[in-house]
Nanobody, 122 residues
Framework: VQLQASGGGLVQAGGSLRLSCAASGRTFSNYHMGWFRQAPGKEREFVATIHRSGGSTDYADFVKGRFTISRDNAKNTVYLQMNSLKSEDTAVYYC????????????????WGQGTQVTVSS
């Protein structure tokens, strides 16, 4: 499956952005989807994941209550709504897809998009 992330940009602290990730090539509903991020000089880290059915989600503690992951299987797209953004949310955000078990470990994801830059100014 091919993944194309979009929606990043520059926003002030406290603002919002919505990231999108469009999938093509395979049956989207077969894949659990995740968002990860990587800031300069830091390890890639888990942000959020959603079950292939859309019926279950999981979040990193540092985004709970601020970010919401969702998917539209009819549009082959997964979203990440980011509210109350902080400067520490600045990173390149990646969407990823996996088959098999549902989980948050980035190493278990099989397919990755190219990343979209999110910059939060304080």
């Amino acid at each position: 499956v091919q993944l194309q992330a979009s929606g990043g940009g520059l926003v002030q602290a406290g603002g919002s952005l919505r990231l999108s990730c469009a999938a093509s090539g395979r049956t989207f509903s077969n894949y659990h989807m995740g968002w990860f991020r990587q800031a300069p000089g830091k390890e890639r880290e888990f942000v959020a994941t959603i079950h292939r059915s859309g019926g279950s989600t999981d979040y990193a503690d540092f985004v709970k209550g601020r970010f919401t992951i969702s998917r539209d299987n009819a549009k082959n797209t997964v979203y990440l709504q980011m509210n109350s953004l902080k400067s520490e949310d600045t990173a390149v955000y990646y969407c990823a897809a996996k088959i098999g078990s549902y989980g948050s470990s980035w190493s278990s994801y099989h397919y990755w998009g190219q990343g979209t830059q999110v910059t939060v100014s304080s």
